[in-house]
Structures are given as C-alpha cells and as structure tokens.
C-alpha cells in the first residue's frame, strides 16, 4: 500500500521547525513505543545539529516491555538519552522531569561559563501525529497549555509553554515526511494512528495488520478474538472476527469495513495487548 501524504500545513510545519531549531538548545523527541523506527521522521535528524537530543519511547504501557528494552539498550549504544514512559503515568512523567532538568541544567551551567549569564533553557518537542506531544507537554507542565486530540493535526502553531522560570518547552505540529517509500512504515503509522483514516483504505490496513498479528503475536488475537484458525489470510480473519462480532450486512454478510474500523481502533487504544511490531536488528 503506497501512502503519500504531505499536505500544505505539513510543509509549513517544516518551516517553522527549521526556524524554531535555532531558538533551542534541546530537542525531545516523541516516538511511540509500538513501532519506534517508522515513528521516527528521518527529517528530523537532519534539523537537530549539535543539539541536545532525548527520546522518549511514548505509550510505552501499550508497547511490549522485553523489546522496549531492546530499544532502549540501542540508543544508549548510539549515544542518545531515551526513556520509556507514558505520558498520563505520573511516575513516568517525575522521571521524565528529572532528566529532562538534569540536562537543561548542564547546559545552562556550560552556557554560565562561557557568558556569565542565566540563559532561560528552551526544549523543542517534536513527532509524528498522534504521538502524544501536546498530552505529554501538559503532564511536563501539570496543567492543560497544549491542545490535545485523538486525531492527527490538532497543533498546528507553534506554542511556547513555561515550565520553570528557566526552562521552557516549544510544542510543534506533528510532521510526517513527504514520501513513505517503505510500504510497511506506512502501514504502520496507519495502525497507531498517525495517518488519517479518510485516506487510507481500512480494509487493507486490518488485512495485513491481522497477517502482522499472526506472524508476531497469534496469542493476542486469539483471545481478544476468540478465533479458532489463524492459518488463513488477513481478509478472511477480518471476515471471521466481523461474523463473530456479529457485524453483519444484509444477506448475513461480513461488514469488513466496519470491523476494520473496530479491529485499528481497539489496536490503537491498546486493548489487544502489550506489542512492538519492529526491532532495530530487522528494522534500521
């Protein structure tokens, strides 16, 4: 499935993270903990510089723990701070704070040094649509100052929101890239999300999903819905969960559409279990 999708605002996001990245001097990067690699806009890396750079591996209570760590191990290897976390856990968020101000304090000790000065600490938070960045700048700054949504392209403007009277966050729109060469990062994005539902075609996103599933999970599937007989393409599973849902059309036939619709959604919110659909080894 071919997804090429970089509509005009997105263009303008581009912009304004080119002309943002020189008011920083850090940069949070949000990517989500299900599929780390294809959440990961390669445009982004071309921004950053020699700014500091965290990662923070979103909806982590979503993502498969064991691989969780395989990725966490990778990034310490490159050199790059990143944490699992999610961002509606408080824990998760004082852990988050404190490295988060750990790191905004060396630089502005290192800024001291060479001006003498104060400097307020500034922090870009980028990603994907639907990450999560403005839930995770309100839970940063323990109060609603970004808009959130459910849906990808509430931010559209750039936000400045104080933290701490030295340290300050820049919410950004999320931002995919202009062409999804790989068709299964489009595939991907699509399951969690970060791609609008009106142009995709649904029953081919759950098709391979169920077939990813299959492959890498079959014990989520079967109990979340009581299947009986994985050894069968994508389409005909869609068809089988439909029936036993009882989403029928006229004539007891399988409403694949609508189920398609439950089956991403119900992944999305997490409710078929803990999973991780890539690995750096296989994936980068």
């Given at each position: 499935?071919?997804?090429?999708?970089?509509?005009?605002?997105?263009?303008?996001?581009?912009?304004?993270?080119?002309?943002?990245?020189?008011?920083?001097?850090?940069?949070?990067?949000?990517?989500?903990?299900?599929?780390?690699?294809?959440?990961?806009?390669?445009?982004?890396?071309?921004?950053?510089?020699?700014?500091?750079?965290?990662?923070?591996?979103?909806?982590?209570?979503?993502?498969?723990?064991?691989?969780?760590?395989?990725w966490l191990d990778y990034y310490e290897k490159q050199n790059i701070k990143a944490i699992a976390a999610n961002a509606l856990d408080n824990r998760d968020i004082k852990r988050i704070r404190d490295l988060i101000f750990d790191l905004a304090k060396t630089k502005q000790q290192e800024i001291k040094a060479r001006k003498g000065i104060n400097k307020t600490i500034r922090a870009m938070v980028v990603g994907i649509p639907n990450v999560g960045k403005s839930t995770f700048i309100n839970s940063i700054a323990g109060t609603a100052k970004a808009k959130t949504g459910d849906k990808p392209g509430v931010t559209k403007a750039?936000?400045?929101?104080?933290?701490?009277?030295?340290?300050?966050?820049l919410d950004t729109p999320g931002m995919l890239w202009p062409r999804l060469e790989n068709a299964l990062t489009?595939?991907?994005?699509?399951?969690?999300?970060?791609?609008?539902?009106?142009?995709?075609?649904?029953?081919?996103?759950?098709?391979?999903?169920?077939?990813?599933?299959?492959?890498?999970?079959?014990?989520?599937?079967?109990?979340?819905?009581?299947?009986?007989?994985?050894?069968?393409?994508?389409?005909?599973?869609?068809?089988?969960?439909?029936?036993k849902r009882g989403m029928l059309k006229p004539g007891m036939v399988p409403d694949t559409e609508r189920c398609a619709k439950v089956i991403i959604n119900e992944y999305q919110a997490g409710m078929l279990g803990a999973t991780t659909l890539e690995l750096p080894d296989t994936y980068l």
């Open positions: 499935m071919n997804i090429n999708w970089y509509p005009g605002h997105m263009a303008k996001a581009k912009q304004m993270m080119q002309e943002s990245i020189k008011l920083v001097d850090m940069v949070i990067e949000l990517l989500d903990a299900r599929v780390p690699a294809s959440s990961s806009n390669p445009d982004f890396h071309r921004l950053y510089g020699s700014k500091v750079r965290f990662v923070v591996l979103n909806k982590s209570d979503y993502a498969d723990c064991t691989k969780t760590k395989i750039r936000q400045w929101v104080r933290i701490t009277p030295y340290f300050e966050l489009g595939l991907h994005l699509a399951y969690v999300g970060s791609i609008k539902e009106e142009i995709i075609d649904i029953e081919e996103v759950a098709t391979h999903f169920l077939e990813e599933m299959t492959s890498l999970y079959p014990q989520h599937l079967i109990e979340r819905y009581k299947l009986e007989d994985l050894q069968q393409d994508g389409y005909k599973l869609l068809e089988a969960i439909a029936a």
